[in-house]
């Protein structure tokens, strides 16, 4: 099994940043994949972005496309989604995911989950 845990969510407003980060334990972190998706009220959990083992494959939406930044430090167990120049349609619950080694965009194929973080983007 492999736990993970986010944090960084908060209250910001239209056009600022956060930083989210997500700790891993329990499975080689450097063998995995990591993804982050969001779900916002009444909709489906969607894809955001995703980065692999070696840290040569991203793939991002193209909601967040030029404006998310996912990246990885395996000496701290952690990966990282770096958002800026928020909109208040990117609020939702953030959830960090794992798989092994490479990226895939849907979140059936990700068979490690953490609680999820809440980012609310006010107007």
């Known amino acids: 099994q492999m736990q993970l845990v986010e944090s960084g969510g908060g209250l910001v407003q239209a056009g600022g940043s956060l930083r989210l980060s997500c700790v891993a334990s329990?499975?080689?972190?450097?063998?995995?994949?990591m993804g982050w998706f969001r779900q916002a009220p009444g909709q489906e959990r969607e894809f955001a972005a995703a980065l692999s083992w070696n840290s040569q494959t991203t793939d991002y939406s193209d909601s967040v496309k030029g404006r998310f930044t996912i990246s990885r430090d395996n000496s701290r167990n952690t990966v990282f989604l770096q958002m800026n120049s928020l909109k208040p349609e990117d609020t939702a619950v953030y959830y960090c995911?794992?798989?092994?080694?490479?990226?895939?965009?849907?979140?059936?194929?990700?068979?490690?989950w953490g609680q999820g973080t809440q980012v609310t983007v006010s107007s």
């Open positions: 995911a794992a798989k092994f080694l490479h990226i895939r965009t849907t979140a059936e194929s990700y068979p490690y």
């Open positions: 329990g499975r080689t972190f450097s063998n995995y994949a």
